[in-house]
C-alpha cells in the first residue's frame, strides 16, 4: 500500500482515535466527524468535511452499526464519492454493514474487517499479535493482498479471513455471549478479595476490560448479529433452568 493513499475515518469514537493514530504513522488520514471539531489538542486528526471525503482515496467508516446507514445517506448527499474509492467498515458485526455497504456503493471495491481489539486492549497489550478479521466482497486481488501484507508486515498484526455469515456465527459466542457476560459482572460492580481464586480474578479481569466499552458497541455486539440474538436467548434460559433446579 502506497504511503500516499488518501484514507478518510469517518467517526471519531475510542476506535476511530485508535485508527488515526496508527495509520497515521504510514498514510495521509483524515477524519470526518458530525459531532467532533479539531480542539488544537489532537495531533493525529486532520478534521475534514463530508464533502472533501471524495477526494478520499479510502474510506473507513467508524461509526456504530447502528447509525452506519445514516453515516452513508449523509455522504452520498454531500460528496460524489468516485467508484474507484475503497469503502471498509471496522464494525464488530459483518453480515449487516457489508449489505449496508453494497446497497450504496455497489460498483466500488468493498471490504468488511473486524479488529478484534479496542483501546483499552490496546493499552493493555500493544498492537502486535492482535487479531483483525477481513471478509472481502468485491476487492481486487492485488489490492486485497496489499492490504493483507500492511496489516501483518507493517501492524503485527493477525489476519484471519473468514466470509460475513461465519464470521457472524462465531462471533456470536466469541464476543456476543463474553460482553454479555462482561457487561452482568459490571453491572454488579464485583469486587477483588484476597480470597479470590484463579477463576475468580478472571472473572475481574474480564470485567475491568470490558467495563469501558460504550452502550452503543454493546448494543450493536447484541442486537445487530441474529446469531448472538439466539445465543444471548439460550444462555439466559440455560441459567434460569439451573436457578430454578437449585430451588427444588
Known amino acids: 500500500m502506497s504511503s500516499k493513499l488518501k484514507i478518510s475515518i469517518v467517526g471519531y469514537g475510542a476506535f476511530g482515535k485508535l485508527m488515526a493514530r496508527v495509520l497515521s504513522r504510514n498514510f495521509d488520514v483524515s477524519v470526518y466527524s458530525r459531532s467532533l471539531k479539531p480542539d488544537g489538542k489532537d495531533k ?5 468535511s463530508l464533502e472533501n471525503l471524495k477526494e478520499s482515496d479510502m474510506i473507513i467508516f467508524s461509526v456504530p452499526v447502528q447509525f452506519l446507514e445514516d453515516a452513508i ?27 449496508i455497504m453494497k446497497k450504496y456503493f455497489p460498483n466500488n471495491p468493498r471490504l468488511g474487517t473486524h479488529p478484534i481489539f479496542g483501546p483499552q486492549s490496546y493499552k493493555k497489550y500493544g498492537l502486535k499479535g492482535s487479531k483483525i478479521v477481513l471478509c472481502n ?11 493483507k501484507r500492511f496489516l501483518e508486515n507493517k501492524l503485527g ?6 466470509s460475513a455469515r461465519e464470521h457472524d456465527k462465531e462471533m456470536a459466542l466469541v464476543q456476543g ?49 441474529k446469531h ?3 445465543e444471548r436467548e439460550r444462555l439466559v ?9 437449585l430451588q427444588k
Open 44 to 48: 493525529y486528526a486532520h478534521f475534514v
Open 73 to 99: 445517506k449523509s455522504l452520498k448527499k454531500n460528496a460524489k464519492v468516485p467508484d474507484s474509492t475503497y469503502i471498509l467498515d471496522v464494525s464488530s458485526v459483518k453480515e449487516y454493514p457489508m449489505k
Open 137 to 147: 466482497d468485491n476487492f481486487a486481488k492485488k489490492d486485497y493482498l496489499a492490504i
Open 157 to 162: 498484526l493477525k489476519v484471519i479471513e473468514k
Open 228 to 230: 448472538t440474538v439466539k
Open 237 to 245: 434460559k440455560i441459567l434460569d433452568m439451573l436457578n430454578k433446579k
Open 177 to 225: 455471549i463474553t460482553h454479555f457476560i462482561g457487561r452482568a459482572l459490571a453491572e454488579m460492580n464485583i469486587k477483588d478479595f484476597d480470597t479470590g481464586t484463579f477463576s475468580y480474578k478472571h472473572l475481574i479481569e474480564l470485567k475491568d476490560l470490558l467495563k469501558d466499552d460504550s452502550w452503543e458497541l454493546f448494543e450493536t455486539i447484541q442486537n445487530f448479529n
